[in-house]
């Protein structure tokens, strides 16, 4: 049984599902796909096909898709540290797809029970990135942020909304200490503008200038 099986993981997974339905009241399409070993979060998506991790074999440098073929891509607690994943993700997206990306915190109180950890098990194995740091990496990589949030500020995870005390008072005084951040980005597609000639100061060749009769 994984850590994500048990009372607390399941609490956890419960309140990411909470706020990942509310993310997709705005986010419709084809295909969504979820990338981790976890429980499917995109079962109330309005997708019209939906692969959760049971039903896709993937390498991190190698998802089996076909370029700009997903209209969304959900990456819960996926440690990319060398960034390949966010390269193929990049290209399976459709243009301005989206890409959701949910993340320990390092600076709450789980993140320094993961740094202190020996535990070889997930999520206790994995190198986290602070807010600013992972959001730095996507841009690298021409995605555009669209959205951000941290929510879970419940040690154990036992607030099933964003709406508990727990949740509104860490919104408003100590947002950066919540468990959990979320990371909505969007593809960006660099298009070619053509640059038009300036006629600005071009002067006509054999051009006679007449001479007004005002003129000294």
């Not at 290209?91 to 029970?113: D, Y």
């Not at 021409?142 to 008072?169: C, M, Q, R, T």
């Amino acid at each position: 049984m994984t850590w994500f099986e048990t009372k607390r993981g399941k609490d956890l997974l419960q309140l990411e599902q909470n706020i990942l339905d509310q993310l997709f009241d705005h986010l419709f399409g084809y295909n969504i796909i979820q990338i981790g070993t976890h429980r499917s979060l995109i079962s109330n998506s309005r997708f019209k096909y939906k692969y959760s991790n049971q039903q896709i074999r993937y390498k991190p440098d190698g998802l089996p898709f076909e370029n700009d073929s997903i209209d969304c891509i959900v990456l819960p607690h996926q440690d990319i540290d060398d960034g390949q994943i966010i390269s193929e993700v990049y290209r399976t997206l459709i243009p301005h797809g989206h890409a959701i990306f949910i993340n320990f915190n390092p600076w709450s109180p789980i993140g320094i029970k993961t740094f202190f950890s020996l535990s070889s098990e997930e999520p206790w194995n994995q190198n986290l990135e602070s807010f600013t740091s992972f959001q730095n990496k996507i841009l690298n990589y021409d995605f555009e942020i669209v959205n951000g949030k941290f929510f879970g500020y419940h040690p154990n995870f036992k607030s099933a909304s964003n709406l508990s005390n727990w949740d509104k008072i860490g919104d408003r005084w100590f947002p950066l200490f919540a468990n959990i951040y979320l990371i909505v980005a969007r593809k960006k597609i660099i298009t070619l503008t053509p640059i038009k000639p300036s006629w600005k100061g071009h002067v006509q060749k054999n051009q006679v200038k007449v001479k007004s009769k005002y003129e000294i």
